[in-house]
């Protein structure tokens, strides 16, 4: 697709489509007559309505019986269920669920008008996705993935709640080793793909960045028309493909700006606690002109304006006016947990403890220590989990960033994290501290940092301090860091 296309609906073919009740048939090979029209494609029996297919999953076969009596269609793959004789014309059986589920949505994909955008990446991809959708959702109508539903099961049920007047659909798509990525390429079959960066997570299975890299790689060839990527990872910025585009997300503090290619650039990035202003940089592709932008977003830091160029690049693949764009970023709503700011009396929770890893962490701490400091400054860190065999070499690494962020308290949760706060204590003094940073190392040497082995304690320190504060809480989504935050 083109960037400034007038409108996506000027382009649709609207063919004689099959329904899904007519492509879940098909499945079948027409061994029964289903006289059902299907609506929706659930895996969870307690949401079922009338018309509706049920996908027994694993311990969904024990619910196949509950399920036909609300009039759904079943799908089920335990020969342990005894279907009642009245429902057998609704009861279908086959050898697996999940591939079933896949093929049904592999099959329905191929059935839309409709144009799916892809989003992988170590860190960043919820964001991207929240973003995309609130800036194509100002012109068209369309879906994203909720919740985590970003796997081999949760995608293709996403998929399959696309609907025909839908124009677009994003689908996150997580994984933690080799082939994942190529069994959702398969069955999304992308127009459009992002990959927000090359991190560390994986590694406990991956072993190396490189090994990531290919695993998330495995998306390319599956892509229909453009890949954006952030182009200045160092792992990224070097992929070429072959009859697709591909646009790159660049900060002009690394990149001089080159006319006439697709990429787009962006700088001046300002924020505090209120929001950010950036300047976007791009070649116009219909005005054949550059084309020069401020703006501002309430998201906060220069990682999230990286996330919301990519997004931006996106929505110029739709024809998204630079206009609509600009007052739709002025307020974005991210799911929860995403340097999501609490306000309880007189402290601000900064919620960022979604999932972490060392990159995230990093730019979390960065953007952190650039406001709230009219305030008492609290970081809360947690273990970051699914490092593999270096966790704790890359937990103790974050002293490098630690030490040039400025703040009053840090408190360490975790014994991932022990490494880290033992590696603070050997490096408290004047010849290892960075002396510009005065106000840090007097934290440091002050012993205003500690270690806990209970949440609870840590709610409990907080809780003491009366003063006004800002607390951030950073760590990987198994150390449910938010249950720290006072209600």
Not at 64 to 84: F, R
Not at 322 to 334: F, H, R, T, V, W
Not at 398 to 409: M, P
Not at 478 to 486: A, R
Request: net charge positive; proline share 1%; with cysteine.
């Amino acid at each position: 697709m083109n960037y400034y296309k007038k409108s996506i609906k000027t382009s649709r073919i609207w063919r004689n489509f099959m329904n899904k009740s007519e492509v879940f048939q098909r499945l079948f090979n027409k061994e029964k007559t289903l006289d059902l029209e299907i609506k929706n494609v659930s895996i969870d029996s307690k949401k079922l309505e009338k018309s509706d297919v049920f996908v027994a999953i694993r311990g969904g076969n024990n619910f196949v019986n509950e399920a036909l009596e609300k009039g759904a269609a079943v799908v089920y793959d335990s020969e342990a269920v005894k279907i009642d004789e009245k429902y057998v014309d609704r009861a279908f059986f086959v050898k697996d669920s999940i591939e079933f589920l896949q093929k049904f949505a592999k099959e329905w994909r191929k059935n839309l008008d409709i144009k799916v955008i892809g989003i992988t990446g170590s860190n960043g991809k919820t964001t991207v996705k929240d973003m995309i959708y609130h800036l194509l959702s100002q012109k068209y109508k369309g879906k994203k993935t909720e919740g985590n539903y970003n796997n081999h099961i949760g995608l293709p049920f996403t998929l399959l709640r696309a609907e025909k007047d839908d124009e677009f659909i994003i689908l996150e798509m997580g994984m933690s080793g080799f082939g994942e990525i190529d069994l959702l390429g398969q069955i999304a079959l992308p127009d459009i793909n992002v990959i927000t960066n090359i991190g560390e997570s994986h590694l406990e299975f991956l072993k190396t960045k490189e090994n990531v890299f290919l695993a998330k790689a495995e998306i390319i060839p599956y892509i229909k028309s453009t890949l954006v990527i952030n182009g200045d990872d160092e792992y990224l910025k070097n992929v070429k493909t072959e009859n697709i585009e591909v646009v790159r997300a660049l900060s002009l503090k690394n990149n001089e700006f080159r006319d006439k290619t697709s990429d787009f650039y962006y700088g001046d990035v300002r924020f505090n606690e209120s929001g950010t202003d950036f300047f976007l940089k791009y070649f116009g592709k219909i005005c054949q002109s550059t084309v020069e932008r401020n703006y501002k977003t309430n998201v906060l830091g220069e990682h999230n304006v990286l996330n919301l160029v990519m997004a931006i690049a996106v929505a110029k693949q739709f024809g998204i006016e630079d206009k609509i764009i600009g007052e739709a970023i002025k307020n974005i709503g991210l799911t929860g947990m995403r340097f999501q700011i609490i306000e309880n009396g007189n402290t601000t929770y900064i919620n960022d403890a979604y999932n972490a890893s060392p990159m995230s962490m990093e730019k979390s701490l960065e953007t952190f220590s650039q406001i709230y400091n009219d305030r008492l400054k609290i970081v809360v860190l947690g273990d970051m989990l699914e490092l593999g065999e270096n966790e704790l070499k890359l937990h103790s690494n974050l002293f490098d960033t630690i030490k040039n962020t400025k703040f009053d308290k840090l408190y360490l949760f975790g014994k991932r994290m022990k490494s880290l706060f033992e590696k603070i204590k050997e490096n408290v003094d004047d010849k290892n501290l960075n002396n510009e940073n005065l106000e840090i190392n007097k934290a440091l040497k002050n012993g205003k940092f500690e270690h806990f082995d209970e949440k609870k304690k840590i709610k409990e320190k907080i809780r003491q301090i009366s003063e006004k504060k800002a607390v951030l809480l950073k760590a990987s989504r198994g150390m449910k860091l938010e249950e720290i935050i006072e209600k």
